[in-house]
């Protein structure tokens, strides 16, 4: 869970992901949509690859990077059931603690 929400931490992390919702696309399309360096949207790919939130292939000279939704929807769950878990304790955190 915390390599994907350290993937996520980053907002360009964040828009490549979201121009993945719309369909694949290979390093190349993605990385015409920032003003970055292509080895930074390389890197950045790479985290999101390690998350396991983006897969690739590679077909030739190009890769295609593909949303893997499942991990995402799978760490959202598992975070949210955390809060369902804590919830049922009965324990109610104090209002004048500070994260």
Do not use: C, W
């Amino acid at each position: 869970m915390t390599t994907v929400f350290k993937a996520l931490s980053d907002d360009t992390r964040r828009q490549i992901l979201k121009l993945l919702a719309n369909g694949d696309m290979t390093a190349k399309e993605i990385s015409e949509n920032f003003t970055i360096s292509k080895p930074a949207i390389s890197k950045h790919l790479d985290i999101l690859k390690e998350a396991r939130l983006v897969t690739s292939e590679r077909t030739g000279m190009s890769v295609t990077y593909s949303l893997n939704a499942s991990v995402l929807q799978t760490t959202l769950g598992a975070f949210l059931e955390f809060f369902d878990t804590y919830k049922s304790t009965g324990k109610e955190g104090n209002e004048n603690e500070t994260i």
